[in-house]
């Protein structure tokens, strides 16, 4: 029996990651183009982003 020791990485489509969050694909593009979210491509079309990636884009309002 093989132990993995590592679980394997979750990766979601930009559509999914927009519906999650709320943000529009459009922006998690912008964002991906200005280097504020990673993304990795798997062939011509296939863009997919890690799930927590997408949430540390969210940051907390500072309340006074």
Not at 7 to 13: G, L, N, V
Request: overall charge positive; charged content about 25%.
């Amino acid at each position: 029996m093989t132990t993995y020791t590592n679980p394997r990485p979750i990766y979601e489509s930009l559509t999914q990651a927009s519906e999650r969050t709320g943000l529009s694909v459009s922006t998690l593009r912008r964002r991906i183009a200005d280097g504020s979210l990673e993304a990795f491509r798997n062939g011509p079309r296939l863009i997919r982003v890690r799930p927590a990636d997408v949430d540390r884009l969210m940051r907390p309002i500072p309340t006074g």
